[in-house]
């Protein structure tokens, strides 16, 4: 952003902006859009780098500690690096329905499930908070449904010493 347009949305009130034309409005949002998705594309290099950096550390402790996805942390030389790996669950959708159709032909006399099938679309899923809360016994009957994968790691920084 410019100078000029930087002190202009700096120092102006909303009110202020608001009794700007219509065309400088659309040029300011323009130049800020092209500054956010510059600064996007910074931090995600900065990241890669991160990655880059740590990628091994954090596949070893990971290793040791027996998680795949969660928070974890690692110190090097009065900083600490934090991440974090979001854990995605998926589930099969003809398996957990084949499931489904088999409790619900034990627990109600519908006789035709593949007629419901055709007219009704349901998507089956199980939340990941339910899921470990069931019991072995149903976990396992489900399992084969389940894919679990892992979201993109994110990171985070900290000066030890603040």
């Not at 006399?109 to 990941?128: F, G, N, T």
Request: proline share 1%; with cysteine.
């Amino acid at each position: 952003m410019t100078n000029k347009l930087k002190e202009r949305t700096d120092q102006a009130s909303i009110g202020e902006l608001s009794k700007s034309a219509i065309g400088e409005l659309y040029d300011l949002i323009q130049v800020v859009e092209e500054e956010l998705a510059g600064n996007k594309r910074r931090k995600e290099w900065l990241e890669a780098a991160v990655n880059l950096k740590y990628e091994i550390a954090f596949a070893a402790k990971r290793l040791r500690m027996g998680r795949d996805t969660g928070s974890i942390s690692i110190e090097d030389t009065g900083y600490l690096i934090t991440c974090n790996t979001a854990k995605k669950v998926e589930w099969q959708q003809d398996i957990l329905a084949n499931i489904a159709g088999q409790v619900n032909k034990h627990v109600t006399a519908i006789e035709s499930i593949d007629e419901i099938k055709r007219v009704i679309e349901v998507y089956y899923k199980i939340p990941e908070r339910a899921y470990s809360e069931l019991s072995y016994e149903i976990q396992k009957m489900i399992e084969p449904a389940r894919i679990l994968t892992t979201g993109k790691a994110s990171y985070k920084i900290t000066k030890l010493d603040e």
